[in-house]
């Protein structure tokens, strides 16, 4: 699962928390030089908030996962079905929002929104066996409806780190890399722990580093300068209360955050093609190795794109990026029948991290920075309930046409994705970019925490 996945129009909205954002929106300049991943981890601060990152990752990774196997051990695989889906929409649904509470309350916030996902957690994993498996999958669903946004809060950290823009699209494809690994190595994990003990216990350890990660993150953040509010640039008193309009009513939001969506829709479309594929011709069984192929084609394609120098604009590139998705859905199709299928799959994977790599560079340059949290993690979100998505609806159509048409139809979902991200304007204006625009400021208290 991607951390990370509707926000209330027109809510009042707090003086965002010093720490969580930028002392200034920075303008980050451009090198003239391809810079190295090693060049890129020797900058300060840089290996602590990757270390940080796998910690954060863990329980994400991990939670999810255990519940599964701890309600197919319980209840049978129908019910675990259902207490895994909910899981995944209760984190993915408000994500969004949680971030940008943790935004206005400040670093305590993220540590008590983990706090009380924590001891829901446990008490889900204490209930599981009762015999009214609907108590544990609501505790459970509520526990993830808490789940803190850590990730998102870590990937707006980076623009506060690097330099310049060569430096920001290296450790955002290095971070995304990382982030699969530790997706990959998750389920790992959790099976050797359920070998050794419990499940319910496994679900419970995995909560606790929610704790431990919470306050890493609380100690960066307190290490980077405090920030200014954005609303002093534009005039606006300190400390004012605005309503602020969903970035996803704004056009820069919607075409950051589209081709991100057809990314999780195509992905989750694999779930169901390629097991069906594989049986074409080989044991259902080997289609871990096209899934594979899917991880190991995001990761080529990370590496070589982070190490370019790129000439276009970020426009551009995640208009191209988005459209390869649709050329690789296509080459799935015509080879959707045969043992080439993984070979499609890879060339499927190849855009992925390059999407998201993008797809945060544009967080950083078009999004106000009191909201990089709440937009990275509208990244996440988009991805997971994507996919979600990819999987049910691709299932019904392969159930009825096979997967060639289920292919075929992923092609042109993202060739949507692709006009769209090419309408995003050249450059960020007031319009798209603020999201205050045209809304009065309001009155409101002062942080106490605030300078």
């Known amino acids: ?40 981890l ?29 309600f197919t051990q319980h209840y049978g695989i129908g019910i675990a079905g259902l207490a895994s889906g909910a899981l995944l929409l209760a984190i993915a649904v408000p994500g969004p929002a949680r971030a940008r509470w943790c935004t206005d309350h400040g670093p305590r916030g993220v540590v008590l929104m983990a706090l009380a996902s924590v001891v829901l957690f446990v008490v889900a994993a204490t209930v599981t066996g009762y015999r009214l498996w609907q108590i544990p999958l609501v505790i459970t669903a509520a526990a993830g409806a808490l789940f803190p946004p850590l990730t998102p809060s870590l990937r707006a950290i980076w623009s506060r780190l690097m330099p310049d823009k060569q430096h920001l699209q290296s450790i955002h494809t290095l971070d995304s890399i ?94 169901v093609i390629i097991p069906a594929a594989t049986e074409d011709y080989a044991n259902v069984i080997s289609s871990g190795y096209a899934f594979a192929a899917f991880s190991l084609g995001g990761a080529v394609g990370g590496l070589l794109y982070g190490r370019r120098k790129w000439t276009a604009s970020l426009r551009q590139r ?30 499927v994977g190849l855009p992925m991290t390059p999407i998201f790599v993008i797809a945060y560079l544009l967080v950083d340059e078009r999004i106000d920075t009191t909201r990089h949290a709440e937009a990275n993690a509208w990244l996440g979100s988009g991805y997971n309930l994507g996919s979600g998505a990819g999987s049910m609806l691709g299932g019904q159509l392969l159930a009825l046409t096979g997967p060639r048409l289920v292919a075929i139809t992923l092609a042109a979902i993202a060739g949507v994705a692709t006009l769209i991200a090419h309408r995003l304007p050249n450059k960020s204006s007031s319009d798209t970019e603020s999201d205050t625009a045209g809304v009065p400021p309001q009155a409101g208290k002062l942080s106490s925490e605030a300078p």
């Open 178 to 271: 990382v982030e699969e690994l530790t997706f990959v190595t998750t389920p790992l994990i959790g099976s050797a722990a359920m070998v050794l003990t419990d499940s319910r216990w496994v679900t419970a350890v995995g909560a606790f580093l929610l704790l431990p990660a919470a306050l890493g993150l609380t100690a960066v953040l307190r290490t980077l300068p405090i920030a200014a509010d954005d609303s002093t640039e534009s005039g606006d008193q300190a400390g004012a209360t605005v309503r602020r309009r969903s970035l996803m009513r704004t056009r820069d939001g919607q075409g950051i955050t589209v081709p991100v969506i057809a990314l999780g829709l195509c992905g989750g479309g694999l779930n």
């Open 42 to 70: 020797s900058v300060p601060k840089v290996k602590g908030v990757i270390a940080l990152g796998v910690l954060s990752r863990l329980p994400a990774g991990l939670v999810p996962f255990v519940v599964l196997i701890s």
């Open 318 to 347: 995640y208009a191209i990026a988005t459209a390869a998705l649709a050329v690789g859905a296509l080459l799935l199709a015509a080879l959707s029948s045969s043992p080439l299928t993984i070979a499609a799959v890879f060339f």
């Open 1 to 40: 699962m991607r951390p990370g996945r509707h926000l209330p129009v027109g809510r009042r909205h707090e003086r965002p928390h010093p720490h969580l954002v930028p002392a200034v929106r920075r303008s980050h300049p451009v090198s003239d030089t391809t810079i190295s991943y090693r060049a890129t």
